[in-house]
């Protein structure tokens, strides 16, 4: 599976999960500092590039996705290697 197709399938779960189900996920995978860190981030980001509200207003949660999805890829990586030994 390609870093695309991975990224995309990682979108689609996204969608059809509650508000609960992401809630509980986010719990158990990204640190409370890292949350903090992409909020306050893209707040200095999106003042300096004089973004718009609605796209500042993302800018958090796309740096989540792409957290996610590193955090994913590295464990898929894991899991590889695991099985090759």
């Known amino acids: 599976m390609t870093t695309?197709?991975?990224a995309w399938e990682?979108?689609?779960l996204f969608g059809e999960l509650e508000t609960a189900q992401i809630n509980e996920m986010?719990?158990?995978n990204v640190?409370?500092?890292a949350l903090e860190f992409f909020g306050s981030y893209a707040e200095?980001?999106?003042k300096s590039q004089r973004l718009e509200e609605r796209a500042a207003g993302r800018l958090?949660?796309?740096m989540l996705?792409?957290?996610l999805l590193r955090v994913l890829?590295?464990?898929l990586l894991e899991e590889g290697d695991e099985t090759a030994d």
């Open 4 to 6: 695309s197709e991975l």
């Open 10 to 12: 990682l979108a689609d």
């Open 26 to 28: 986010l719990a158990k």
């Open 31 to 33: 640190p409370l500092e």
């Open 44 to 46: 200095s980001f999106a």
């Open 60 to 62: 958090p949660n796309l």
């Open 65 to 67: 996705l792409g957290y």
């Open 73 to 75: 890829e590295e464990r």
